[in-house]
């Protein structure tokens, strides 16, 4: 199915059970452990435990490596390096190379495997191998390196043809000659995933035929990468992850756990498991860049924005790509001269790569802080400065509309419900005992993205309707909602259906991130079940324009007939895709939001609380409310979390994350979160796809951060342009205390 115009009313506009509050199908399975993660396959026999030796060194060559000793403890049945495994690809996902030899490229870049009969017996003879290196000079300083760093077109990529830096009308005449100007540099730091399950695989081999169950978002470009990267034919290839622990962009792409995996099986003639530990997850893996940003803003003295400049600069290893902080300033906001440019260092650090709203996340934490800087310079409320330079069209593009766009009504009704009209503008005013209390806000913006996705749906004898898709599921509710998308279209209740999700050998979907999962995963159902409701028809021979599909029935005209009928004489079987037309470059499809946030500063220690939390989205129709809220509530955590306490140590002398654990690695807790509430607008934006759908999971975190850094400014007078905002930074500029 092509979708090439404006979707019209369809099945799903019905709304029986697409849309409706619901509880995740996958939940029992999950909170009473029988949910079967990639690690805990237990129905295969036989299986050996690998364990990964990390390069000690961030950059240089491998002399020699020793594994004597490590053949030699007891258990061990194979180790392997890059002189046993041979000639090894690299996936198109991959920056460097997952297995190191001779050159090390970053820090716990894997250099060996070794398998055992047991982890332990694994772990101990890892910690025999001994490899001799050649340590080259790293470079590990974002500051020093971004001095000389280039350009970098403005899709992100470096050779992606674009102009290096993008520009609308005059920046720099119309910043000089703007009445009233800001000119600040925010800096965020390098992130890691930090999710609960680690990336984990056990490979098993049948002659020359791969099968992998890992914990993977992504698995039809996994599937290729594994086979560029073993240098086997795709069709040998088979991923399984019906379940995965969380991923936040970390497991997009395909990681060493199941390359050393499928390497270790091969030679230990058995199915071999990996789950990484958690250093590696901080080294071996992808994190988020740290950026240093520069925005510049002008405007008239009625807040008018005239001028509008965002720079940023971040670094990755050769042949990455830049952390797309700009992206958002693009589109947000009103002003006819206009200026976005990045810079790309090269580091020597582990692998920068996608985390969770790439681009937007850290980028709104610094232009949402410029936002409130400029307001308080004009005099003006900072919702009124958003709503004023709202704009209905793409700025850089003005004969482009979105197709959706509510950041006014958004801000709002979110300042209504927040009590906005009880902050005080000035800072260092309102006290609750001992504490400096104030309140921030931020606008919130991630783009929409339509990308291809397939499905398969059968029509049992006994009338059951079963879902077959490679799509993903990381703790989102993806069996859900696709299981209320094919209860919609066929008729039937969401328990009704049986939903098979991340086989290699189901039809590709979309996949889990960028927040495209939702919308085009479902649209991929809806488009293999509008192919099974007309078999349906043709079956019952009736006319599939006027076909009625509810309570487990088929009616059209006065004949009316059951989907088991249907299917008497033999099983029915659909299979289609979503692919999109050029709709979507018609229309800017994105999604929008506000989020409001009240802290608490104490006035002797300094410590900084969340008192509580709004996030006011509009983001097409939204299929399940419950996990929806969950979706966003999680995010706007973990905005709290950028904002107030995460943040990789990078050790610039030896080139990696000094602190690559959960003790040493902050996250917030239950205790840091109190009150959050989430409301959703109601839209459904026919111009994305047939489920006028969008995404939130990516929404709810941007914004947050500069919220939160705007309501301890408004608390305390103290403005921090650096995250985290961690005590050290602030506590000698707060008020004196008598």
Same mark, same amino acid.
């Given at each position: ?8 009313? /369809? ?204 914990? /993977? ?78 925005? %510049? ?58 985390? %969770? ?88 913006? %991630? ?176 299929? /399940? ?93 103290? %403005? ?19």
């Amino acid at each position: 199915m092509k979708f090439e115009t404006a979707a019209g009313t /369809n099945p799903i506009d019905q709304m029986k059970v697409v849309g409706r509050a619901h509880d995740r199908i996958d939940g029992p399975l999950k909170t009473s452990g029988l949910a079967p993660y990639a690690y805990e396959q237990h129905d295969i026999p036989n299986v050996a435990y690998g364990h990964i030796v990390g390069s000690s060194v961030a950059k240089g060559r491998i002399s020699s490596i020793d594994t004597a000793a490590a053949k030699a403890a007891p258990g061990v049945i194979a180790v392997v390096t890059a002189a046993d495994a041979g000639k090894l690809g690299k996936g198109k996902n991959n920056t460097a190379k997952l297995l190191a030899g001779p050159d090390v490229d970053h820090y716990h870049q894997a250099v060996a495997v070794v398998v055992a009969e047991t982890f332990e017996q694994a772990r101990a003879a890892a910690a025999l191998v001994r490899v001799d290196y050649a340590r080259g000079k790293g470079r590990f300083d974002l500051t020093e390196a971004l001095k000389t760093a280039p350009l970098v077109g403005g899709s992100g990529g470096p050779n992606s043809g674009e102009q290096a830096v993008d520009r609308v009308g005059k920046f720099e005449e119309a910043f000089a000659a703007a009445p009233v100007k800001l000119d600040a540099e925010y800096h965020t730091p390098d992130h890691t995933h930090a999710m609960m399950e680690p990336h984990a695989s056990i490979a098993s081999w049948t002659g020359d035929e791969l099968t992998l169950w890992t914990s /993977n978002q992504m698995i039809a470009w996994s599937k290729r990468d594994v086979a560029l990267t073993l240098n086997m034919p795709e069709e040998k290839v088979r991923l399984i992850s019906p379940y995965i622990g969380g991923g936040f962009g970390g497991k997009l792409f395909v990681r060493a756990d199941a390359i050393m995996a499928a390497l270790g099986a091969k030679a230990a003639k058995r199915p071999v498991k990996i789950a990484l530990p958690r250093p590696f997850i901080a080294n071996n893996t992808t994190h988020r860049p740290a950026t240093h940003q520069r925005i %510049r803003l002008g405007a008239k003295k009625d807040g008018t924005i005239t001028a509008i400049a965002h720079e940023s600069g971040s670094g990755d290893l050769p042949d990455g790509g830049p952390e797309t902080a700009v992206s958002q300033t693009k589109l947000l906001y009103a002003g006819e001269n206009r200026m976005m440019a990045m810079r790309l260092a090269v580091l020597d650090l582990p692998e920068g790569n996608a985390m %969770r709203a790439p681009g937007e996340a850290p980028g709104m934490m610094a232009l949402e802080i410029a936002m409130d800087e400029m307001a308080e310079k004009l005099g003006m409320d900072p919702v009124a400065f958003r709503i004023k330079n709202d704009t209905q069209v793409d700025p850089e593009k003005p004969e482009r509309k979105f197709s959706q766009r509510q950041l006014v009504r958004c801000l709002r009704e979110g300042a209504d419900r927040f009590g906005w009209n009880q902050r005080n503008a000035k800072p260092m005013q309102v006290r609750d005992g001992p504490w400096m209390v104030g309140m921030g806000v931020a606008s919130a913006f %991630r783009n929409h993205i339509n990308t291809k996705s397939a499905a398969r749906v059968r029509l049992g004898r006994d009338g059951t309707v079963t879902v077959e898709t490679d799509m993903t599921d990381i703790g989102t509710g993806t069996y859900t909602i696709i299981a209320q998308t094919a209860g919609e279209m066929m008729g039937v209740p969401a328990e009704a259906v049986t939903v098979k999700l991340g086989d290699s050998s189901f039809p590709a979907a979309a996949g889990s991130g960028g927040q495209w999962g939702a919308a085009n995963s479902t649209a991929g159902v809806y488009a293999a079940c509008v192919k099974l409701r007309d078999q349906v028809a043709q079956r019952l021979g009736f006319n599939s324009a006027d076909a009625v599909f509810e309570s487990g029935q088929v009616k059209s005209g006065n004949r009316t007939a059951s989907l088991k009928e249907a299917a008497a004489a033999g099983e029915l079987t659909a299979e289609d895709h979503i692919e999109f037309g050029k709709l979507g470059d018609e229309w800017q499809l994105s999604t929008f939001g506000a989020h409001f946030v009240e802290v608490g500063v104490h006035a002797y220690t300094g410590v900084s609380r969340i008192r509580r939390m709004l996030a006011v989205c509009a983001a097409g129709r939204i299929l /399940n409310p419950k996990s929806a809220r969950s979706q966003v509530i999680g995010a706007m955590t973990m905005g709290v979390g950028s904002a107030l306490m995460e943040e990789l140590a990078v050790d610039r002398r030896f080139g990696f994350f000094v602190n690559h654990d959960l003790a040493s690695y902050e996250v917030p807790v239950h205790a840091d979160i109190p009150h959050q509430e989430v409301v959703f607008l109601d839209e459904a934006d026919d111009k994305a796809n047939p489920m006028k759908a969008k995404g939130v999971g990516e929404l709810g975190l941007c914004g947050v951060g500069a919220a939160v850094a705007n309501a301890i400014y408004n608390a305390t007078g103290v %403005r921090i342009r650096d995250y985290p905002i961690t005590l050290d930074k602030y506590l000698d500029r707060l008020p004196e205390v008598a």
